[in-house]
């Protein structure tokens, strides 16, 4: 039973360009969410898709930007990286069908460094 | 919103010894709490988890206990051993709302 997958592992920007991630949930699994983790914090919930639509979004500005394609695979896009942009991000799936909705797995991650 | 206060913030313990970690919620919606361990360089890993509608609950060494009048609910590890060295992450979830608050985490060391 293949776990949540993200790609890349890692990945170095500088300031100002854009960036994409991109997500794959765990099997049987139709509903994704993305966190931001800033070194030494929790996850900070980023938005959640569920049928191809952002179902829910938390305090994080327009230049964060996602997708969700007919697959329940994911994609987060950044625009205009700041240094602060910094991160790692996480994917995380959920099934509201097979289960409890609650209940996030959480993949590896990507670790974005902006210079 | 919600408010996840988690301590402390470093823990360490010699290998056998129990540890306890505590967290406190502020939104009496939430009702269900999972904890994940994450080992560096790694995604959080969930460990056990507990609604509102039970007490206590028990997975081998580990054990969650919930008192929803005071809001606050803890993660127990008996018979620590090395590999349980990692950050420790509680979070709080607002039923209907399906996202979890975390904690700021808690580094626990175990020394062989």
């Known amino acids: 039973d293949a776990g949540v997958t993200q790609s890349p592992t890692h990945l170095i920007k500088t300031r100002g360009q854009q960036v994409t991630l991109r997500c794959s949930p765990k099997s049987g699994h139709d509903t994704v969410s993305w966190y931001q983790q800033a070194l030494g914090q929790g996850p900070q919930f980023i938005f959640q898709?569920?049928?191809?639509?952002?179902?829910q979004r938390g305090n994080f500005p327009d230049r964060f930007s996602g997708h969700q394609f007919p697959n329940y695979s994911s994609e987060l896009n950044v625009n205009a990286l700041l240094l602060g942009d910094s991160a790692l991000y996480l994917c995380a799936s959920s099934s509201p069908s097979g289960g409890s909705l609650e209940t996030q797995y959480f993949g590896p991650g990507t670790r974005l460094l902006v210079l | 919103g919600e408010n996840v206060e988690q301590h402390p913030s470093t823990l360490s313990v010699q290998e056998g010894d129990s540890a306890v970690i505590k967290c406190t919620y502020s939104d009496s919606a939430s009702n269900y709490f999972p904890w994940y361990k994450q080992e560096l360089g790694k995604g959080p890993q969930l460990i056990i988890d507990?609604?509102?509608?039970?007490g206590e609950k028990k997975d081998q060494r580990i054990a969650v206990t919930l008192n929803k009048t005071a809001k606050h609910f803890s993660l127990h590890i008996t018979e620590t051993q090395p590999e349980d060295s990692a950050v420790y992450f509680c979070?709080?979830?607002?039923?209907?709302?399906?996202?979890?608050?975390f904690g700021r985490g808690t580094s626990l060391i175990v020394h062989p």
């Open positions: 507990i609604r509102s509608n039970v």
């Open positions: 979070a709080a979830t607002k039923g209907g709302s399906y996202i979890p608050t």
């Open positions: 898709y569920y049928e191809e639509e952002e179902r």
